[in-house]
């Protein structure tokens, strides 16, 4: 197959396009993830304080991973409708692999600094400079190895779970009810991916208590199924999208050679 054939190739196209909005989105939740911001400040409203499992004083303090996280899964919904659960099996494994970079970051952090990017750095365009610019890269840039642990082996176990969810909804509606199969799996799959998270990274990596990280996991989860309830109707505006690009033929065609995929 040429160049040419493959630009005039829809199919291959789009799955192209998933697949970059897929990785690029994982990639840069897991580097924005060490930012915790106040749901309740952006909205303007007063701080919730609510008490699960005997931990009181919890509010919505989120990683800004989360923001972006829900794509992830919406798109793992949509190739999981047009590609089936080959390729996003294969797609998860490419992005935990893909997650090399995170190599890089580390030798980044190793490299010696030079004095007047250390210590006279105004490069923000604040004016105001950091005291110590080096520091505050390894601050930033260095999250804690548990975390990543933790956030890959909830990745694959959610991409797992989503994919047998969605197609076993799937088994038992047919075509009908999309957005059973796609909110519901992804429901269950941020069930479980909320708490493994938290677990490798804080429990075993962190020695928290185990009831905090059931009350923090609970606290996450409400938020998840919030914003993918929420995103139920963007689903069929990407599926409209989608079929519109692709004609109705081909758009079948896609959706019935998935379906026919063993898991």
């Given at each position: 197959m040429n160049i040419h054939q493959v630009l005039k190739d829809r199919s291959l196209i789009l799955f192209l396009i998933l697949l970059a909005v897929f990785i690029g989105n994982a990639l840069v939740a897991e580097f924005v993830g060490l930012k915790i911001f106040s749901l309740e400040k952006l909205m303007g409203i007063a701080p919730f304080?609510?008490?699960?499992?005997?931990?009181?004083g919890l509010g919505f303090n989120l990683t800004a991973g989360v923001v972006l996280w829900p794509v992830v899964f919406v798109m793992t919904d949509i190739i999981n409708e047009y590609y089936g659960p080959r390729?996003?099996?294969?797609?998860s494994y490419l992005t935990v692999f893909i997650y090399f970079a995170f190599i890089f970051v580390w030798l980044a952090i190793l490299l010696p600094p030079n004095d007047w990017?250390?210590?006279?750095?105004?490069m923000l365009g604040s004016g105001e400079g950091i005291k110590d610019m080096n520091l505050a890269f390894r601050n930033v840039m260095g999250a804690g190895l548990w975390i990543i642990i933790g956030s890959l082996v909830a990745f694959l176990i959610g991409q797992v779970v989503d994919v047998m969810t969605f197609h076993k909804i799937k088994?038992?509606?047919?075509?009908?009810?999309?957005?059973?199969?796609?909110?519901?799996?992804?429901?269950?799959?941020?069930?479980?991916?909320?708490?493994?998270?938290?677990f490798i990274a804080f429990y075993i990596g962190a020695?928290?208590?185990?009831?905090?990280?059931?009350?923090?996991?609970?606290?996450?989860?409400?938020?998840?199924?919030?914003?993918?309830?929420?995103l139920t109707p963007l689903l069929y505006v990407v599926h409209y999208l989608i079929e519109k690009y692709l004609g109705v033929t081909l758009a079948n065609q896609l959706k019935q050679s998935a379906a026919g995929q063993a898991m």
């Open positions: 304080s609510m008490k699960f499992f005997g931990v009181d390729l996003v099996r294969f797609i990017w250390q210590f006279e750095s105004g088994t038992i509606t047919g075509e009908n009810k999309l957005w059973l199969r796609a909110t519901g799996s992804t429901l269950v799959s941020q069930l479980i991916d909320s708490f493994v998270v938290l020695d928290w208590e185990f009831t905090r990280v059931l009350a923090i996991g609970l606290v996450n989860y409400i938020y998840k199924f919030i914003v993918a309830i929420a």
